[in-house]
């Protein structure tokens, strides 16, 4: 398919309708914020399901914050660790445990602001999909991962509009199933298969969610 969504909605609605061919049992939706909560606005409306967040935060490197070195998701009490990253930038294991701790503070104050604080839904014999907007090298998506299977659904699935094959690859040990709609070649960063991927603001998350408790 084309390599390039007009948008997140764009990419939501061509996820949701691979996803409607398949015969989920108790579908939860779980949307990695910002980027994956119009992606998954569409997912759940489509399959009639509720939506919730996995918070996630990526650890950037000391001096390079847009690399990641590791990911520490809500409910987690260790983070995903990527070792080669860490070496190739020189970081030390305390530095990413000194920012998992900090970035947990953030995690709570999303959920306060986009949940209002509710606890998260159960996943006890579900389908729980979890969607981002894409995937580059697997590590914000493994946290995240880890995190759901530990609340145990039935089934994992992790469901995104583009990936990278090596970071698709790492993540698959992870999941039931893995639905990918682009797997390009050459990858360099999901923005560049968006024609529009702007960064949302959290009145865009909280206007995205409105969208799926009204049922439009």
Known sequence: MNDVFANRAEA???LAREL??????RPVVLALPRGGVPVA????LALRAPLDLVLVRKIGARGNPELAVGAVAEGSAEPVLDLDAMEMTGTYRAYVEARARAELDEI???RAVYLGGRAPLPLAGSTAIVVDDGLATGTTARAALRAVRARRPAQLVLAVPVG???????????VDVLVCLSRPAVFSAVGLHYADFHQLTDDEVLAALARVRSGR
């Not at 409607?20 to 049992?25: F, G, I, T």
């Not at 606005?41 to 759940?44: I, L, P, S, T, Y």
């Not at 990278?164 to 992870?174: F, I, K, N, T, Y």
Request: aromatic share 4%.
């Open 12 to 14: 939501g609605r061509l």
């Open 20 to 25: 409607l061919q398949h015969a989920w049992k």
């Open 41 to 44: 606005v569409e997912v759940a």
């Open 108 to 110: 709570m104050r999303r």
């Open 164 to 174: 990278s094959r090596q970071g698709l690859a790492d993540v698959a040990p992870e």
